[in-house]
């Protein structure tokens, strides 16, 4: 008996990564933050038949001009990580730019993508595509069963608008579509700027901005007792290959992976862990090594208590993350000091 439970897996046929080295694997974003961490990745596996456009060089908002360059190049596989992204203060101030956009890019690139018969795409959504009231940790059933947060409502429906996409056309034309719901990201080629950038960085550049000024004190709005979840990018780089990779494919059981309905379903990408905002700006703080008192402004709201997604699903697949906090936000400080000239600090 135990010997033949031993076998048996021998017998069973080898886990397929139709994601071969020699593919063309186009990264549209490619100079973003997610983006970046991706072509970093994806050399450092071997994968370096890379496509690659700037912005100037390839508008994914010109739906005639993304379907040629898909007709010239015919990519085997897309990363679709370019969007317009910003934090709260960009998100409640353009949102008719956030949804226009958004959508344009996802509709030129995946109909090029149909159109030309891309084997398999990872659609970057995010978390805030799920209902405002979530119940913790946040599951991948929880998208569409209630009312969005109003702040970034354009943004999320563009994303949303992404996520029944893919799943559509899977249905419909037989395409392998996933999408991934990240978390919040940070890491080296991250957005600094006063006001279009995330919590993350923008405490560390209040932080480094209060260190050369002499400042005093720096302020944090509110309470600092929100809790949120922090992924470094070069995880959600590795995660989002992993995915592509194995998502949707036999397993050495021969089982499916994500079961039987996985390239319609998303998978959301965390840490696992979450942490109160004052906690993380003490960590900033120490890092950037600023002296001065740390303050909270607590006449200032708070915005949603918690925000933790369930990563169960990915998990489950054998992936868990690799960078801690602390060493993300040194290696992301590091980067800052490094990279002042060409980061965007506007
Ligand atoms: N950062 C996060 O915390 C986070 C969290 C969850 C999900 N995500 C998702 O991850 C994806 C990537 O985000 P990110 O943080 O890497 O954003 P990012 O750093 O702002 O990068 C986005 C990239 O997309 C490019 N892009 C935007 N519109 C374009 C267009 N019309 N034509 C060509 N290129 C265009 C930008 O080019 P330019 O530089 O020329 O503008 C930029 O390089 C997004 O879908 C976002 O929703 C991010």
Redesign the pocket.
């Known amino acids: 008996m135990q010997r033949a439970s031993r076998l048996a897996p021998l017998l069973l046929p080898e886990p397929r990564d139709n994601v071969k080295q020699s593919d063309k694997i186009f990264v549209?974003?490619?100079?973003?933050?997610?983006?970046?961490a991706l072509v970093r990745r994806l050399l450092a596996l071997g994968f370096d038949n890379l496509v690659l456009?700037?912005?100037?060089e390839?508008?994914?908002?010109d739906i005639a001009s993304v379907r040629a360059f898909f007709e010239a190049e015919r990519p085997n596989h897309v990363f679709?990580?370019?969007?317009?992204?910003g934090g709260i203060f960009a998100n409640n101030t353009y949102p008719a730019d956030f949804i226009h956009?958004?959508l344009?890019?996802q509709i030129s690139v995946i109909e090029a993508a149909r159109a030309t018969n891309v084997d398999k795409m990872l659609f970057?959504?995010?978390?805030?595509i799920y209902p405002k009231f979530s119940e913790q940790p946040i599951r991948e059933e929880a998208l569409l069963t209630g009312e969005l947060e109003p702040t970034n409502e354009a943004?999320a429906v563009a994303?949303i608008a992404g996520i029944i996409m893919c799943r559509s056309y899977n249905r419909q034309h037989g395409t392998r579509f996933m999408s991934v719901?990240?978390?919040?990201?940070?890491g080296e080629?991250?957005?600094f700027e006063r006001t279009g950038s995330?919590v993350l960085p923008a405490l560390m550049r209040r932080f480094h901005d209060a260190k050369l000024a002499g400042d005093r004190e720096v302020v944090v709005w509110g309470t600092g007792t929100p809790r949120r979840e922090f992924l470094h990018?070069d995880d959600m780089a590795d995660a989002s290959i992993h995915l592509m990779r194995v998502w949707a494919e036999p397993s050495p059981d021969g089982s499916i992976v994500g079961g039987p309905n996985a390239i319609n379903e998303i998978v959301n990408v965390g840490y696992g862990d979450d942490i109160p905002i004052g906690e993380l700006a003490k960590m900033v703080k120490e890092t950037v090594g600023y002296q001065g008192t740390l303050a909270f402004d607590t006449t200032k709201p708070d915005g949603t208590p918690r925000k933790l997604l369930d990563s169960t699903r990915l998990h489950s697949t054998g992936w868990s993350p690799k960078v801690s906090l602390r060493e993300g936000l040194a290696r992301t400080y590091a980067w800052f000091l490094e990279n002042h000239d060409e980061a965007r600090l506007g």
């Open positions: 549209a974003g490619h100079r973003g933050l997610v983006g970046s456009r700037t912005r100037d390839l508008d994914l908002e679709l990580a370019a969007a317009r992204v956009d958004n344009l890019v970057l959504g995010s978390s805030c943004y994303k719901m990240p978390t919040n990201l940070y080629g991250d957005n995330h990018v």
